[in-house]
């Protein structure tokens, strides 16, 4: 089993910047994908990042993409999301997971392993 745990939310003004980190344990021997997604009151989850085992492929959500950048140090068994230029409309609940199976990496149910939210508000 794999634990995830988000940190790095809090409140922000739009234009500012945050950076999210996701830490994982337990067996983190096995090689799995990650993803981060979000989630407003009163909305789905929706898809925001994806990124490889290595780290050397990333894909984004069409609302995030050339403002948020996803990595990961695997040394450190840990991955960040790089949020800039945020908007009021980036506020939401954010969520780390992690999947062992090759999938629609945008679809929630392709992952196994979640953490349990970090809080992001971004104020106007």
């Known amino acids: 089993q794999v634990q995830l745990a988000e940190s790095g939310g809090g409140l922000v003004q739009a234009g500012g910047s945050l950076r999210l980190s996701c830490a994982a344990s337990?067996?983190?021997?096995?090689?799995?994908?990650m993803g981060w997604f979000r989630q407003a009151p009163g909305k789905e989850r929706e898809f925001v990042a994806a990124?490889?085992?290595?780290?050397?492929?990333?894909y984004y959500g069409d609302s995030v993409k050339g403002r948020f950048a996803f990595s990961r140090d695997n040394a450190k068994n840990t991955a960040y999301l790089q949020m800039n230029s945020l908007k009021p409309e980036d506020t939401a609940v954010y969520y780390c997971?992690?999947?062992?199976?090759?999938?629609?990496?945008?679809?929630?149910?392709?992952?196994?392993?979640w953490g349990q939210g970090t809080q992001v508000t971004v104020s106007s």
């Open positions: 997971a992690g999947r062992t199976v090759i999938g629609n990496y945008r679809s929630p149910e392709t992952y196994r392993y």
């Open positions: 337990g067996q983190t021997s096995s090689k799995f994908r």
């Open positions: 990124i490889s085992w290595s780290g050397g492929i990333t």
